[in-house]
């Protein structure tokens, strides 16, 4: 069953951003007043997920847990934007390719990549007979999750501290920190064959040779890439799942987390605010690149 991203990540914004804005300004949450001379909160303010920012608040099992699950959010983060530049660079190669003017590579990446996708539409029909349809050999690429490094990480994570409600676990087996922590991870860490596609026509089908020859070369040059990260794609939906249940935990534990950490406190909440802002840039990469590969699949008949 395929994952819906936009409902996963929209359930995580507003889980964080409630447990987030508990306190009122130069408030912690709780109603806690924020000091003025502590260090530690300086840093979760900086309005970016930093795990390394609140000095030592991971030497409790607590802040490692949660520690853990900051490095994720922030690796998540970094690979959705990265896939998605991808996915633009692959649309950009193909309308390059067909002779697309550099103004229509402008905008926003949905945008550019419905224009190539257009163009190529656009010119296979011109270029072949009414009803005419490709030759298309399509092998999907695949991908395998170690599940057993997934299982170790987790554990690690865990520590020996175990996994006690209220202190950053849960009491389901482990803790969501970890337990999004080891999914963000290894589905970031799967190896996957490349995609494979040849595309041909019957030549007596042909209408206009040079631009069908055209479009199939760049057809030929974007396509497999897009088709290889819309495999990758699928693990890190079913990754996002999970770190969204553990956005939920965090916000149900409420103040009692947060103010947990002593002179900590403000960084924390100060990173725990970043959190929401990643998971709506984690949403929009993570949307568009589902988007485009989906379409770049129904292309290849995939």
């Known amino acids: 069953m395929r994952t819906n991203s936009s409902l996963v990540l929209s359930t995580a914004l507003v889980a964080v951003s409630a447990f987030a804005g508990c306190g009122g300004k130069g408030k912690l949450p709780g109603g806690m007043p924020g000091k003025p001379d502590m260090p530690g909160g300086l840093g979760g303010m900086s309005g970016e997920v930093d795990p390394d920012t609140c000095e030592n608040y991971a030497s409790s099992t607590a802040g490692a847990r949660f520690k853990a699950f900051l490095q994720a959010t922030k690796r998540l983060q970094t690979t959705a934007a990265e896939t998605a530049e991808v996915v633009k660079q692959s649309c950009i190669t193909m309308g390059k390719e067909m002779k697309m003017s550099d103004a229509e590579f ?42 057993s490094a997934s299982a170790s990480a987790a554990a690690k994570c865990e520590g020996s501290g175990g996994a006690t409600a209220g202190t950053g676990g849960s009491s389901g087996g482990g803790s969501a920190e970890c337990k999004a922590a080891g999914a963000v991870n290894a589905s970031l860490d799967v190896e996957c064959t490349e995609a494979e596609l040849k595309l041909s026509a019957d030549a007596k089908l042909v209408v206009d040779k040079s631009k069908l020859e055209m479009t199939l070369s760049a057809l030929r040059s974007g ?42 406190a403000m960084c924390i909440s100060g990173q725990i605010a970043a959190s929401v802002r990643a998971a709506s840039q984690i949403e929009a990469n993570v949307s568009v690149s589902v988007s485009v590969t989906a379409s770049a699949s129904a292309t290849a008949g995939g």
Not at 245 to 258: I, N, S
């Open 106 to 147: 402008t905008g926003e990446t949905k945008d550019i990549c419905a224009k190539v996708i257009t163009t190529y539409q656009d010119n296979l029909k011109v270029s072949l007979k009414g009803g005419a349809k490709l030759k298309v050999e399509y092998k999907p690429a695949v991908c395998t999750i170690d599940a």
């Open 223 to 264: 396509l497999p890439k897009l088709l290889s990260i819309k495999a990758r794609l699928e693990p890190m939906q079913k990754a996002v799942e999970v770190w969204a249940k553990a956005a939920a935990d965090l916000k149900d534990m409420g103040p009692k987390f947060v103010n947990s950490f002593g002179d900590q």
